[in-house]
Protein backbone atom coordinates (compact mmCIF):
# COMPACT_ATOMS: atom_id res chain seq x y z
CA UNK A 1 0.00 0.00 0.00
CA UNK A 2 2.81 2.36 0.49
CA UNK A 3 3.82 2.16 -2.87
CA UNK A 4 -0.03 3.26 -4.01
CA UNK A 5 0.29 5.84 -1.76
CA UNK A 6 3.60 7.60 -3.30
CA UNK A 7 2.33 6.73 -6.61
CA UNK A 8 -0.37 9.29 -6.00
CA UNK A 9 0.77 11.41 -3.22
CA UNK A 10 4.28 11.47 -4.74
CA UNK A 11 3.56 12.17 -8.30
CA UNK A 12 1.47 14.74 -7.63
CA UNK A 13 3.52 16.59 -5.29
CA UNK A 14 6.44 16.22 -7.56
CA UNK A 15 4.38 18.28 -9.82
CA UNK A 16 4.36 21.06 -8.08
CA UNK A 17 7.33 21.20 -6.37
CA UNK A 18 9.42 20.07 -9.22
CA UNK A 19 11.11 16.94 -9.92
CA UNK A 20 14.70 17.42 -8.07
CA UNK A 21 12.81 18.37 -5.29
CA UNK A 22 10.39 15.74 -5.71
CA UNK A 23 13.19 12.63 -6.30
CA UNK A 24 15.01 14.41 -3.33
CA UNK A 25 12.42 13.47 -1.34
CA UNK A 26 11.44 10.23 -2.79
CA UNK A 27 15.14 9.35 -1.98
CA UNK A 28 15.10 10.73 1.64
CA UNK A 29 11.85 8.36 2.29
CA UNK A 30 13.32 5.46 0.83
CA UNK A 31 16.68 5.77 3.35
CA UNK A 32 15.06 7.08 6.30
CA UNK A 33 12.48 4.33 5.50
CA UNK A 34 15.66 1.62 5.19
CA UNK A 35 17.48 3.28 8.25
CA UNK A 36 14.58 2.37 10.31
CA UNK A 37 14.36 -0.75 9.53
CA UNK A 38 17.50 -1.00 10.74
CA UNK A 39 17.49 0.43 13.63
CA UNK A 40 13.93 -1.80 14.45
CA UNK A 41 15.57 -4.89 13.97
CA UNK A 42 18.25 -3.72 16.04
CA UNK A 43 16.44 -2.57 18.73
CA UNK A 44 13.51 -5.10 18.42
CA UNK A 45 15.05 -8.33 17.53
CA UNK A 46 16.83 -8.59 21.38
CA UNK A 47 13.52 -8.31 23.21
CA UNK A 48 11.23 -11.14 23.48
CA UNK A 49 8.23 -9.46 22.04
CA UNK A 50 8.16 -9.70 18.30
CA UNK A 51 4.84 -7.85 17.81
CA UNK A 52 6.59 -4.62 18.56
CA UNK A 53 9.39 -6.16 15.66
CA UNK A 54 6.84 -6.26 13.03
CA UNK A 55 4.74 -3.15 13.79
CA UNK A 56 8.14 -1.25 13.52
CA UNK A 57 9.27 -3.02 10.24
CA UNK A 58 5.66 -2.73 8.95
CA UNK A 59 5.72 1.08 9.69
CA UNK A 60 9.01 1.23 7.94
CA UNK A 61 8.43 -0.61 5.09
CA UNK A 62 5.24 1.29 4.55
CA UNK A 63 7.73 4.73 4.04
CA UNK A 64 9.81 2.84 2.51
CA UNK A 65 7.31 2.04 -0.23
CA UNK A 66 6.27 5.58 -0.44
CA UNK A 67 10.12 6.58 -2.08
CA UNK A 68 9.44 3.73 -3.97
CA UNK A 69 6.29 4.58 -4.89
CA UNK A 70 7.08 8.02 -6.04
CA UNK A 71 10.28 7.62 -7.82
CA UNK A 72 8.12 5.58 -10.48
CA UNK A 73 6.29 8.34 -11.74
CA UNK A 74 9.43 10.45 -11.67
CA UNK A 75 11.50 8.39 -13.59
CA UNK A 76 9.33 7.52 -15.97
CA UNK A 77 8.37 11.50 -16.96
CA UNK A 78 12.04 12.19 -17.07
CA UNK A 79 12.80 8.74 -19.28
CA UNK A 80 9.92 10.24 -21.66
CA UNK A 81 11.50 13.91 -21.67
CA UNK A 82 15.18 12.39 -22.52
CA UNK A 83 13.17 10.28 -25.22
CA UNK A 84 12.36 13.30 -27.12
CA UNK A 85 15.12 15.40 -26.62
CA UNK A 86 17.01 12.64 -28.12
CA UNK A 87 13.88 12.56 -31.13
CA UNK A 88 14.63 16.29 -31.33
CA UNK A 89 17.93 16.26 -32.07
CA UNK A 90 17.76 13.28 -34.23
CA UNK A 91 15.58 15.06 -36.63
CA UNK A 92 17.78 18.36 -36.27
CA UNK A 93 21.13 16.10 -37.59
CA UNK A 94 18.89 14.58 -40.40
CA UNK A 95 17.22 17.90 -41.18
CA UNK A 96 20.82 19.78 -41.31
CA UNK A 97 21.94 16.92 -43.69
CA UNK A 98 19.72 17.52 -46.24
CA UNK A 99 19.25 21.41 -46.43
CA UNK A 100 22.56 21.44 -48.87
CA UNK A 101 20.76 18.92 -51.05
CA UNK A 102 17.35 20.71 -50.85
CA UNK A 103 18.66 24.02 -51.82
CA UNK A 104 20.66 22.63 -54.84
CA UNK A 105 17.58 21.33 -56.25
CA UNK A 106 15.79 24.77 -55.47
CA UNK A 107 18.26 27.04 -57.62
CA UNK A 108 19.24 24.90 -59.75
CA UNK A 109 18.93 26.75 -63.42
CA UNK A 110 16.04 26.02 -65.40
CA UNK A 111 15.85 24.15 -68.59
CA UNK A 112 12.82 26.10 -70.19
Same mark, same amino acid.
Given at each position: TGVIVGMLAL????????????????? +? &?? !??? =??????????????????????GMAVSLFFFGIGVGGEYPLAA +? &?? !??? =????LIEKQNIVGERLKPTSSRLDNSPSTD
Open positions: GYAANKIGRRKGSLLTA +S &LM !SGG =ALAMVLVSIIWSSQDSVVFLYR +S &LA !SER =AMEE
